[in-house]
């Protein structure tokens, strides 16, 4: 490699000291805790008793978990979350941005209605969603009014039903920006190949299916990596409805992991959940994108 | 002349000696000076600005910081992180005092107190020693017991208010003042009743056999409680249902308010009541003692568990001037817990101004409770209590857990009692 000259070196140097702000914050904020939760899942360690505290213990704590109900638990609900609330999550969005698309009345008026739950903090939102499913919330005087049910559901303490608000709230959060995605997308699509359609005589539906999904597809893998990954993550929501007490129907890794942690003070374990979730959520990507070849247009 | 003599050295050595051997209590002092910053859950309002003011009587060159971190999950996390930091210098600790792997965060108090005198016994009426140490001062206590709605229990023809009763004569007056849209009655809005009953009728260490390990399947105080609660909740419909109250996240106190419980088990209430513009209602409340299986069982929550403690942060700076405030608040000042709907436990605690220092006056005491009730009731200082040697702090979230599933139906009340049993003991087994 040649050697750099005195400008070249000082050139470098400057963007090294531009860089290093960012590099000392992400080297002190994002590398150093990884790693130390990396050594951490190897460990039994309580927080308080400081660093002199720690104790190697192998890989018990990665054994422990196939037996931790608990943890099972929270990785069943979240694949659950996930497969529910992604595809839901990517269906509304796409179908509201193909109708606000076009000549609609209101469109600004209903966009930005649809995108107000996104920029709405999760914690008021998901307030919102307990006084909607409390045992008198809407939900239920709609059940027992409109459908003549006798009693209400217990949508937040029967661990049968008290997915359904989390997934509910959680697509709801999602859409707006979802939708606003898929219009910059769609907007991208060529219109002469809507005039080319329509004078093959291609009906809607034709249309939507064959030319909008498709040409947007780049689009939908993209809101299908960023939306799974962010449902994996799923924590406000869940701890709001829930409150303090853990159930087992509705937590998700992320919950467990920061009982434990916090509410339990086991680090050590709660760093192993955590790389563990990281192997999930990687492996998951991967998938995707070996995935992408079958079915994204690039 | 040489006997007046003898007598006169006489009478000067005993004085010397009682004098010596007197706790420094309520000295105050010019000399000692700093600053102690004091965490507590409670806020200004609750009695405490009237407490450090009243510390900084005696002690005007102490100046007291205080930090409000409320009882939750994050809050708990706070306060570990603060006191690692050195933010902390008093903290009221429920727990972490008698826990392992938390207690090297305090300052072992004994050597504090053997140098003044404070023997625990006496002035709190238990020896709290923790592996060996005491990192704590108990100052705050909390009893249970049913609030009534006088009006309804009027109405209902119930008489005069109990001095003691069993859950089959409160369950028969919950019968009684329930009517359309009211229950009679209500437990604890919070999974952790079903203990409060069990609790009641075991007294200390409630959770463990002689083997050490815990009593969830052998004990049938646990199974006549949830079964109890059952029968009222579900099947009877005369009190409010644990269901309802966790999924609503209501508050028994906020239904009691509201007029939709005519009473319910509760433990701070008294803070409310005099609250008329966040807690409006129109009725006197009474006071009953929280019920006992039988007639003559010892009610082990009749008077104030202790359940906060004053405790020493290790990375005090003005270790002193933190003594002088631990002192204080443990004693003298331990009365100030009376406006945050908690009860002293110090045993030398003056009662005679609580119901003005709580109300205001008598006056307006007499129109917002059942005073008589209220003094035999809420302020049984004396009553008998209970203090655990062995908690975990575990055990509280698995609790709460597992009754849900229970009184959702999703297990049954033995299968359910197993899990608990199964789930504890490993903690039990992960410490040792």
């Known amino acids: ?84 609330s992604v595809p839901m999550t990517l269906l509304i969005a796409m179908v509201f941005a193909y109708f606000l698309n076009g000549r609609v009345y209101c469109q600004k008026l209903i966009r930005t209605f ?37 009693e209400g559901l217990k949508w937040m303490s029967s661990n049968d039903l008290n997915k359904i608000p989390v997934i509910l709230l959680s697509t709801w959060a999602a859409v707006g920006y979802s939708m606003i995605v898929y219009m ?115 | 002349m040489k006997t007046v003599g003898k007598k006169l050295l006489c009478l000067m050595l005993m004085l010397c000696l009682t004098l010596g051997n007197v706790p420094a209590l309520a000295e105050g002092s010019n000399d ?13 309002a609750a009695g405490m600005d009237a407490m450090v003011a009243e510390f900084n009587k005696l002690y005007p060159n102490i100046e007291v910081e205080m930090i409000q971190i409320g009882n939750t999950d994050a809050g708990n996390a706070q306060i570990d992180t603060q006191l690692m930091a050195g933010e902390i210098d008093v903290l009221s600790s429920y727990t972490r005092h008698r826990t392992l792997g938390r207690i090297e ?72 003042m329930t009517k359309e849209g009211v229950f009679g009655g209500s437990d604890w809005h919070n999974p952790e009743c079903v203990g409060f ?101 010892t009610a082990y929550l009749a008077g104030p568990t202790k359940f906060a403690f004053a405790c020493i942060s290790k990375q005090c700076q003005d270790v002193e001037a933190a003594w002088a405030f631990v002192k204080f608040i443990s004693m003298e000042g331990d009365k100030y817990l009376l406006k945050a709907g908690h009860l002293p436990t110090w045993k030398k605690t003056d009662l005679d101004s609580a119901v003005d220092l709580v109300f205001g006056d008598e006056a307006t005491a007499d129109k917002l409770v059942d005073v008589p009730s209220f003094k035999r009731v809420v302020l049984n200082i004396d009553g008998t209590s209970y203090l655990d040697n062995r908690v975990y702090s575990e055990f509280a979230s698995i609790e709460k857990e597992v009754m849900m599933y229970i009184f959702n139906g999703e297990e049954g009340i033995d299968e359910g009692l197993a899990e608990l049993k199964a789930r504890c003991d490993e903690i039990i087994d992960d410490y040792r």
Request: aromatic fraction near 16%; proline fraction near 3%; glycine fraction near 8%.
């Open chain 1, 1 to 84: 490699m040649a050697k750099l000259s005195r400008a070249a070196r000082r050139e470098a140097g400057q963007a090294y000291l531009f860089l290093a702000p960012s590099l000392i914050i992400f080297l002190v904020l994002v590398l150093m805790p990884v790693l130390f939760s990396g050594y951490l899942a190897f460990t039994n360690w309580n927080f308080t008793s400081g660093l002199k505290g720690i104790q190697w213990i192998g890989l018990k704590n990665f054994a422990k978990l196939h037996t931790d109900r608990n943890f099972n638990f929270a990785l069943k609900n979240t694949f659950i979350y996930t497969a529910t």
């Open chain 1, 114 to 150: 649809v995108f107000i739950p996104y920029i709405s903090n999760m914690v008021a939102l998901a307030l919102l969603f307990r006084c909607l499913f409390r045992s008198d919330g809407i939900i239920n005087s709609m059940l027992t009014t409109n459908f003549g049910m006798e």
């Open chain 1, 184 to 298: 910059a997308a769609m907007q991208g699509i060529p219109e002469s190949l809507y005039e080319a359609a329509a004078i093959d005589g291609a009906s809607s539906h034709q249309v939507f299916w064959r030319i909008t999904v498709p040409l947007i597809s780049p689009t939908t893998f993209f809101l299908m990596i960023i939306r799974m990954i962010a449902v994996f993550k799923i924590f406000t929501s869940i701890s709001v409805l829930s409150g303090d007490i853990v159930a087992r129907g509705n937590i998700s890794l992320i919950v467990k992991i920061y009982q434990d942690a916090f509410g339990n003070y086991k680090f050590g374990y709660a760093s192993a959940e955590a790389w563990v979730l990281f192997i999930i959520i990687f492996a998951a990507t991967l998938l995707q994108f070996w995935g992408k070849k079958k079915w994204v247009n690039e």
């Open chain 2, 32 to 44: 000692i000076s700093g600053k102690v910053r004091f965490c507590t859950a409670y806020g200004g």
């Open chain 2, 105 to 176: 965060q305090f300052i072992d108090l004994r050597d504090l107190m053997a140098r003044d005198n404070i023997d625990m016994k006496t002035e709190w009426g238990d020896e709290i020693e923790f592996e060996g140490g005491l990192y704590g001062i108990p100052f705050d206590g909390l009893n249970y017991f049913i609030a009534i709605n006088m009006n309804a229990w009027n109405e209902a023809g119930l008489g005069e208010l109990p001095t003691a009763w069993t859950w089959d004569e409160y369950l028969e007056a919950s019968r009684k």
């Open chain 2, 197 to 297: 009953a069990v609790r009641q009728q075991l007294g200390t260490d409630m959770y463990f056999g002689e083997d050490g390990y815990t009593t969830f399947t052998t004990e049938p105080a646990w199974q006549t409680a949830i079964q109890r609660k059952f029968k009222a909740e579900q099947e009877e419909k005369i009190w409010k249902s644990l269901v309802d109250y966790v999924g609503d996240d209501s508050k028994s106190q906020n239904l009691f308010f509201q007029g939709k419980v005519a009473s319910t088990v509760t433990c701070h209430i008294w803070r409310f009541i005099g609250d008329l513009e966040n807690y409006p209602h129109d009725f006197q409340v009474g006071f009953a003692p929280y019920p006992t299986e039988n007639e003559g069982d």
